[in-house]
T-cell receptor
Framework: AQKITQTQPGMFVQEKEAVTLDCTYD???????LFWYKQPSSGEMIFLIY??????QNATEGRYSLNFQKARKSANLVISASQLGDSAMYFC?????????????FGQGTTLQVKP | EPEVTQTPSHQVTQMGQEVILRCVPI?????FYWYRQILGQKVEFLVS????????KSEIFDDQFSVERPDGSNFTLKIRSTKLEDSAMYFC?????????????FGPGTRLTVL
C-alpha cells in the first residue's frame, strides 16, 4: 500500500484564490511527522510546513496551513491568496517513528498552476 | 539564511563511469541524507548518515553506491559504475537533531545524465 497518496496530479487555481492540495497517509506508527515541500520548475525542494502527529493544532506558516485530520489520516495543504509564484509541484511527505531524523517518504506530487 | 549547496548542478557521464556528487550541508546540522528523483517521478530515499556512518539505507542503495564525509563540511555520494537507470536528480538534505519534527533542508540538486 502507498504510504503517501496525493490523488490530484494537477490543479488549477485563480490568482488570489485559496487552493487545497490533498494528501492522505498510511501508517500504524503512533508517532510520525508530515511535511509539505514545493518544487518549482527550477528543481529545488523548498520546505513549506510541518505537522507532528501529536500536535493539537493545525500548523500554519504565512499563507500555508495544514488541515490535519488524524482520524481520516489526511494532511491537506491549504494555500491562501494564491500568487503566480506558487505555480510548482507540491510534495507531501511523512516521517515515521519516534526519531526526528528518519527518512522521508514522499507522495507522487501535485502540479499546481496559478492562473492570472 | 544558511542553505545546503550541491555541486555540480548537472553531470553528464558515460555508462560504467564513476561519478561523485558533492554536497555541503548546513554547518550546524548533524544528519545528512541523499534522495533521488527520476524525471517525472516521486522523490525516493537513498541513505541517511550520522556520526560518520550510515544510519539507514534503502534497497536502491546497493553496492554501487557509497557515501562519505571526507572533511568537516563535505558530504559525497559516489556511484562506482553508472547505469542508464541512474539518470535522475540527486538531492542532498541535512537536518539538526534538537527539537521535534526536525526538518530536512534540501539542496538544489544535481541532475545526473548517464549516456
Amino acid at each position: 500500500a502507498q504510504k503517501i497518496t496525493q490523488t490530484q496530479p494537477g490543479m488549477f487555481v485563480q490568482e488570489k484564490e485559496a487552493v487545497t492540495l490533498d494528501c492522505t497517509y498510511d501508517t500504524s506508527d503512533p508517532s510520525y511527522g508530515l511535511f509539505w515541500y514545493k518544487q518549482p520548475s527550477s528543481g529545488e525542494m523548498i520546505f513549506l510546513i510541518y505537522q507532528g502527529s501529536y500536535d493539537q493544532q493545525n500548523a500554519t506558516e504565512g499563507r500555508y496551513s495544514l488541515n490535519f485530520q488524524k482520524a481520516r489520516k489526511s494532511a491537506n495543504l491549504v494555500i491562501s491568496a494564491s500568487q503566480l509564484g506558487d505555480s510548482a509541484m507540491y510534495f507531501c511527505a511523512m516521517r515515521e517513528g519516534e526519531s526526528n531524523t528518519g527518512k522521508l517518504i514522499f507522495g507522487q506530487g501535485t502540479t499546481l498552476q496559478v492562473k492570472p | 539564511e544558511p542553505e545546503v549547496t550541491q555541486t555540480p548542478s548537472h553531470q553528464v557521464t558515460q555508462m560504467g563511469q564513476e561519478v561523485i556528487l558533492r554536497c555541503v550541508p548546513i554547518s550546524n546540522h548533524l544528519y545528512f541524507y541523499w534522495y533521488r528523483q527520476i524525471l517525472g517521478q516521486k522523490v525516493e530515499f537513498l541513505v541517511s548518515f550520522y556520526n560518520n556512518e550510515i544510519s539507514e539505507k534503502s534497497e536502491i542503495f546497493d553496492d554501487q553506491f557509497s557515501v562519505e564525509r571526507p572533511d568537516g563540511s563535505n558530504f559525497t555520494l559516489k556511484i562506482r559504475s553508472t547505469k542508464l537507470e541512474d539518470s535522475a536528480m540527486y538531492f542532498c538534505a541535512s537536518s539538526p537533531t534538537s527539537g521535534n519534527g526536525d526538518t530536512q533542508y534540501f539542496g538544489p540538486g544535481t541532475r545526473l545524465t548517464v549516456l
